[in-house]
Nanobody, 123 residues
Framework: QVQLVESGGGLVQAGGSLRLSCAASVRTDTDYNMGWFRQAPGKEREFVASASVHGSLIYYADSVKGRFTISRGNAKNTVYLQMNSLKPEDTAVYYC????????????????WGQGTQVTVSS
């Protein structure tokens, strides 16, 4: 069982930027495909972005394309989400996710979830 730990959330004004980080909390020999989801109040959790083990396959939700960038870190099982040009509608709890086999995307769900980090964008 892998545990994922997110950091980097916070409060930012519209148009600002934030960078989220996620890392597996325990050492493991498994290389995970990783990604990010978010859940706004009163809404279902939705896919944001994902990257394969070495970052060769990357997917984005249409709502964040051109504004968010996902990247894999040099350390094993780390992933980042650079969020630029933030909008109030990006306000949500952001969850890191991991999957053993196959890149996470719509229809290919994660195996593991982090606890989430709050991102609030003020207008």
């Amino acid at each position: 069982q892998v545990q994922l730990v997110e950091s980097g959330g916070g409060l930012v004004q519209a148009g600002g930027s934030l960078r989220l980080s996620c890392a597996a909390s325990v050492r493991t020999d498994t290389d995970y495909n990783m990604g990010w989801f978010r859940q706004a109040p009163g809404k279902e959790r939705e896919f944001v972005a994902s990257a394969s083990v070495h970052g060769s396959l990357i997917y984005y939700a249409d709502s964040v394309k051109g504004r968010f960038t996902i990247s894999r870190g040099n350390a094993k099982n780390t992933v980042y989400l650079q969020m630029n040009s933030l909008k109030p509608e990006d306000t949500a709890v952001y969850y890191c996710a991991a999957r053993d086999l196959g890149t996470i995307r719509i229809g290919v769900p994660p195996d593991y979830w982090g606890q989430g980090t709050q991102v609030t964008v003020s207008s």
